[in-house]
């Protein structure tokens, strides 16, 4: 069991979705994976509306704040997607928080977690989604 003083936290995010079925799914979904695999002290944080193009999102600032204070021992995510859109900006973002002791784990990649020799894969699968339309 993966159990800690610490957060583990779930970030969802789209940019449109006028029936809220995408971030309602990417929460109940991203709950029964952390339940599943023993994770606890569940955050849930969330941007609906905000565009992946841009770091400046008020959920995606105050994850960022707890993962600085030392608070945040996992970040679960749908897809690598859901933390942005440019793939550069991305990757350096999950080097970062790994580098700093916390886990990112995106249950669509294989494995679901990220290890260094899975980073190519994943800049790859961030930089052909970001082709996509927000």
Same mark, same amino acid.
């Given at each position: 069991?993966? !159990?800690?003083?610490? @957060?583990? %936290? @779930?970030?969802?995010?789209? %940019? =449109?979705?006028?029936?809220?079925?995408? &971030?309602?799914? !990417?929460?109940? $979904?991203? =709950?029964?994976?952390?339940?599943? !695999?023993?994770?606890?002290?569940?955050?849930?944080?969330?941007?609906? /509306?905000?565009?992946?193009?841009?770091?400046?999102?008020?959920?995606? +600032?105050?994850?960022? +704040?707890? &993962?600085?204070?030392?608070?945040?021992? %996992? $970040?679960?995510?749908?897809?690598?997607?859901?933390?942005?859109?440019?793939?550069?900006?991305?990757?350096?973002? $999950?080097?970062?928080?790994?580098?700093?002791?916390?886990?990112? @784990?995106?249950?669509? !990649?294989?494995?679901?977690?990220?290890?260094?020799?899975?980073? *190519?894969? %994943? *800049? *790859?699968? +961030?930089?052909?989604?970001? /082709?996509?339309?927000?």
């Amino acid at each position: 069991m993966k !159990q800690s003083n610490k @957060i583990t %936290a @779930i970030y969802c995010r789209t %940019a =449109h979705d006028p029936y809220g079925i995408s &971030i309602e799914n !990417q929460k109940r $979904v991203l =709950h029964e994976y952390a339940t599943e !695999q023993g994770y606890t002290n569940l955050a849930i944080y969330v941007d609906e /509306g905000f565009s992946g193009l841009t770091f400046d999102r008020p959920s995606f +600032a105050k994850l960022e +704040a707890e &993962i600085k204070a030392g608070r945040v021992s %996992a $970040v679960i995510v749908k897809d690598i997607s859901r933390i942005g859109r440019n793939s550069i900006e991305v990757m350096k973002w $999950v080097w970062e928080i790994t580098d700093a002791g916390v886990s990112f @784990i995106s249950i669509n !990649q294989p494995d679901g977690i990220l290890p260094t020799e899975t980073y *190519l894969d %994943a *800049l *790859l699968a +961030a930089s052909l989604n970001g /082709g996509e339309r927000e």
